[in-house]
């Protein structure tokens, strides 16, 4: 299985210094602080995807919104005055008492996602290019050295666009290229900031090749795909959820190599998770309006081991968004407005232009990022639930869930095969 994203902002036009990120100093007391910052990224991602849904009702969806909030906290890291506020409020940052506080947290993030075991693999990079010219904040070069890398923007726009699009593929493991396209970097641009996030894992529990057959998938009543639909028996963890009126199901991710130390139920920090509503007319927006931060944390609290029969269909596709008109939506507007401020990356005047998202998936017996949970009674939770089989044959919502820092990694809506490649 494999999972990618891309999140990328440029700033395409050309003060006082803030003290902000650079009046506090590096503390260890604000490590503790690190699940907050994903708290406000779990409410980020369902409000992210409340208004691709909404823009897309009867398409399938596929995003990270990991890599969309890594590419913004970078933004925030520069940011002052109304523009910081705007984006500390979509991002849910109010639980800090600094900058340098959620700076902290994203610092201790990513040497935790550097100590990840094989065979799972996730990465997440993230980087501040800057024009060479450009003067930075006296702390910026030290506290984010990892990330910044300055180009010659003005003087070779063209190379800086190919050294980007190459970080891009490096990163991707050559799944995304070519992600700018020629003139997307001009003479103009002072500042490009990107994520990009790699994830491959194999199941806990394989499916067997032998068992994948051609199975019709329903996206209403009366209309039927047919797709390879793959098969298995095992012990999952389930939920029969009242709040959100659908079964949620987890499968987890192999991370060892020796399958004596991998307990299926508990032992892996990476699960898909399947929310899965009944086969009924508006049921799939009914389970979407229910979902939140809260109600799934619970939901995934709440979930026993079970012995389950599912299916899930095989597929992958790409998906491209153009940011700047669904972030609008999530209240981030400021960040591309003229009289943007970013004090904190540097005493220019600098706004974004423009943002883009791309995102890739596979899904295989292997491994996958689209497993699903099909009930086929009627939904009622006092009804017995054993034996419990699981088509995934009609719309359904998955996610990629990083049990360790509570973040929702890429997630997405499969509503209709006929547009993905089987």
Known sequence: MKLLSLSLFLVLLPAFLSADLCSVKPDNKFLGKRLNLYRGQQNF????????????????????????????????????????????????????????????AYSLEKRNRETRKSPLEFSSADRMYFDQETILASCLETRFSDEIVKLDFKGKPEESRIQINDWIASETHNQIKDMLAPGDIDARTQLALANAAYFKGQWVSKFEVNNTAQKPFYTSSTNASFVPM??????????????????????????????????????????????????????????????????????????????????????????????VPILAKMGITKIFEPTATFHDFTDRSVSFGDAKH????????????????????SYRSARPIEPTKFECNHPFVFLIWDHASKAILFTGIYRDPKTIKQ
């Open 358 to 377: 791309v995102a890739k998936i596979k899904v295989d017996e292997e491994g996958s990022t689209a497993a699903a949970a099909t009930v086929l009674v």
């Open 230 to 323: 793959m098969h298995q028996k095992g012990t999952f963890l389930h939920n029969v959820d009242e709040q959100l009126r659908a079964h949620v199901l987890q499968m987890p991710y192999r991370t060892s190599y020796n399958e004596a130390e991998e307990d299926e139920e508990t032992n892996s920090n990476m699960s898909m998770v399947v929310v899965l509503p009944p086969f009924n007319s508006g049921s799939l927006e009914d389970v979407l309006s229910r979902l939140n931060a809260k109600t799934l944390e619970e939901s995934l609290d709440n979930a026993m081991p079970r012995e389950i029969e599912v299916s899930i269909p095989k597929f992958e596709f790409e998906q491209r968004l153009e940011l």
């Open 45 to 104: 991602a369902v409000s992210m995807l409340d208004v691709i849904r909404t823009s897309t009702p009867n398409d399938n969806v596929f995003f990270s919104p990991y890599s969309t909030y890594h590419a913004l906290l970078l933004a925030y890291f520069g940011a002052t005055g109304e523009t910081e506020q705007q984006l500390s409020s979509v991002l849910h940052l109010d639980w800090a008492e600094s900058k340098e506080m959620v700076r902290s």
